[in-house]
């Protein structure tokens, strides 16, 4: 093996501040589209258990529409077949403001929407029907039930599950690349391009990544000891794809 | 919609990207099938390992799983494509580096599924079988696996799932399985539109239909759960 390490590379002309920008966008299209996979998933998940059949057989289409086929497709479709579908103006639009970067934030949210509701699902069905039926028989309506009683009970259980599935989400968001994104490992794909120091750059995407997830695992532990509910855990689908 | 030009390169897509048999060492079948069976017999001894008394082995066991479940699995395909020729002298071809990142990265996962199964089975079991006379190891292989391998199986069929759709980014190296096949295919035709929905149709049926028949199992196998 003959390769000699030379890690000044990564601090020495532009890789660091390549680096940067590729955790910062990571961060941003990793952000943006968690509020909207949590949004889908809530609203998916919840309407899975509703006791009205059409919607539950609506938001199961959804489901299992987006989570059975790979991100990597979702985000050609987003990006090479969407937008000549779209008008004019808006295509031109969107390929003035970085349309690689809309379409993997759409494909990415959709997608783990779609993980996310299963989760949500879950913590739901843990939840002791007794529950929802006291809170009926209250006087409250349905909707009323799920937002004041059922959700707020499920999102306290799920937070273990949830906070594995925003890892994935997070992990997921490099899959960008093939659309043109400029994330992590496309940043990282770049300074290897340039500086043919790939063991180097590799290792410094590895470690970030790393430190990433660590740091939000970490946070989440507490935040999980913090709203723990005495006595309950969420099982079922946790491990599903 | 113009559906001639799935119909034109059906034989391209299906028969050289999804299973394999053409002129590329390809195929999205021919990547997932052989990944699974080495990442699962891999996984075993992950599993075992982590369940080791011996902190030796269970703490390195314990770090390749959660290493390889911190990182992004288009990070691990890049360091095998970039690593190994600096390693072996010599750039490998696309099947051999998709294969290598899959087996040791789907490892880490499989292992976690080996070593809840291991851990499904009641503890009554490995203490009967001691007390009768068996060895450790052969608890282990005579009363243990067997049984915990029947508890995997739905877990394993819903990672063969994850698997299949994870090797559509081995098109990132440019191996030629169902996504590049279309890509290739849209190089040419300009239909992205036909031709991605039609991928994602292919994807959809296999893992809809596996994750059907992984929850049948799982009935079956454990009918008061469900």
Redesign the interface.
Known sequence: ?S?TFNWSVLWTGQAGGWLLDGLITTIEISFLAWWLAVTLGILSGALRTVPLAPLRWAAAAYV??FR???????M??GY??VP??LPDAVREWLFEHGAEFWAALCALGVYHGARFSEVIRAGIQAIPTTQFEAAVSTGLTVAQAYRLIILPIALRLIIPPATNES?NLL?????A??IGVAEL?FQ??QI?TYTAK??EA?AA??VI??LL??TIATVMARVERRFAIPGMIAQGAV??? | MELRVIADNFAFLILQGFFGFGAFAGGTLRLAVPAIVFGFLLGIFIGLGRLARSRWISVPMTIYVE?FR??????VI??FW??IP??V?KSLPEYSVALTAFVVFEAAYLGEIVRAGIQSVPRGQVEAAIATGLTRAQAMRHVILPQAFRNMIP?LV??F??LL??T??A??IGYVDL?KA??IV?NREIR??EL??F??AV??AC??GM?RYAHALERRLNPQAA
């Not at chain 2, 911190?70 to 990070?75: A, N």
């Open positions: 093996m390769y299992e529409f059975n086929v790979p991100l990597l497709v979702w050609f479709f090479f077949a000549p579908l890892l992990k997921n968001s490099s899959v690349l093939t490992t990282t794909r290897e790939a063991f590799l995407g590895t990544y790393l997830c660590l491990g599903e794809n | 290493f911190g990182v992004p699995l288009v990070m890049f360091w970039f690593i600096v390693l002298g877990a819903t990672q799932i994850v759709k994870d559509s980014l098109s990132i996504t279309a890509q849209n992205p539109f991605y929905l991928i994602a994807y959809w893992s809809y994750s």
